[in-house]
């Protein structure tokens, strides 16, 4: 393969997050934190997924880029 040759890129088909998680992760944010907590936090935001079954396991950096985007 030569340097100028394009490579075949890969699509990831077991991302952990997909749309409908996405849209739970948005709903989570516009409700109040548990705990009388001041503010989400990103390891609540990926516990909370767990809890309510919408991933199998997830972490905090995950969240992170997923609200950059």
């Known amino acids: 393969m030569s340097l100028f040759e394009a490579k075949e890129r890969k699509t990831r088909s077991?991302?952990?997050?997909?749309?409908?998680?996405?849209?739970?992760?948005?709903?989570l944010l516009c409700q109040s934190p548990p705990n009388d907590a001041p503010r989400w936090k990103l390891q609540m935001l990926a516990d909370?997924?767990?809890e309510l079954e919408i991933v199998e396991s997830i972490s905090k950096m995950s969240i992170s880029k997923l609200l950059k985007k």
């Open 14 to 27: 077991d991302k952990k997050i997909d749309a409908r998680a996405e849209a739970h992760l948005i709903a």
């Open 48 to 50: 909370c997924l767990v």
